[in-house]
């Protein structure tokens, strides 16, 4: 009896300890490598990706980069760092190009095509998970912040 309550114990414990990890997961802000820039605030994260700065310290033209979908880690990003759900954004980038012209970012449909974009221009930025982004990417990537993803 002592060992069945201990095994069921230990099986609680790892599922309980499984969504845990999941949620440890971090949502990375990545720029081109040769980006000046090495740490940003949520602020300016916001500023950068919303086009309310147009562009970087060193005069490089900031290209943000959205994702498709309304999977969790946007959700997540969208809402902790933007301030605005998918709608409001959608909203937000209508008025921005009726009332000034300003191009809406593209979307792309994933971490790989994300990090594909960032590393092929020097101005961009964008999100991923961190989980994603392999080791020889680091050397054509700037992880310039990370926050949990809830």
Known sequence: MNFKM??????????LGAPLKASSEEIAIIVNVENSVNELSHDDIRKYL??????????????????????????????????????QLEKYWVGKRYQNGVPVPPKLSGDDQIIEYVQSFPGAISYVNAASIRDDQRKTLKIVGTFPMQ
């Open 6 to 15: 201990t095994l069921c114990l230990s099986a609680l414990v790892l599922l």
């Open 50 to 87: 919303l086009k309310e700065s147009i562009s970087w310290p060193d005069g490089k033209k900031v290209r943000s980069v959205d994702r498709v979908g309304t999977s969790p880690l946007r959700k997540t990003f969208l809402e902790n760092i933007v301030k605005m759900s998918s709608d």
